[in-house]
């Protein structure tokens, strides 16, 4: 299991409950300087693991510094992306309510035409 190549420090978080099983899983391919790095910076800010820092941490394995380190897990929160449809569903939802898929994307040529003459991006 790879549990058993975490530290100990690692193994006690799993043990205590303070560190989800997966998140060490994706720790433990990490060199044992660089698991003990992960462990400091967590100790020094007082904070908690999420899994996809983890997997970050678990992607740059042998290439971490302790500012690598410590940008992947303190760094700022990353902001969440928006899926096409549910933006557009958003949009449709507050601005197009009734309005046939012609009138919308009618509407939707004649703004962003504007807009973007505007700024100068495209020649319309």
């Known amino acids: 299991m790879r549990l058993n190549q975490t530290t100990e420090q690692i193994k006690e978080m799993v043990d205590t409950g303070t560190m989800a099983m ?9 060199s044992e300087e660089e698991q003990k790095q992960v462990c400091k ?4 800010h007082g904070g908690k693991i999420k899994n996809a820092q983890a997997v970050e941490l ?12 410590k940008n992947i897990l303190m760094g700022e929160a990353k902001e969440k992306t928006v899926s096409d449809t549910k933006l557009f569903a ?6 197009f309510k009734g309005k046939t898929t012609e009138e919308v994307l009618n509407v939707l040529e004649q703004a962003l ?7 100068g991006d495209v020649d319309v």
């Open 41 to 44: 910076i967590m100790d020094e």
């Open 58 to 69: 678990h992607n740059a394995a042998g290439s971490l510094t302790e500012d690598k380190v």
């Open 22 to 30: 997966v998140t060490a899983v994706e720790l433990s391919y990490l």
């Open 90 to 95: 958003d949009i449709k939802k507050k601005y």
């Open 113 to 119: 035409a504007s807009w973007f003459s505007r700024e």
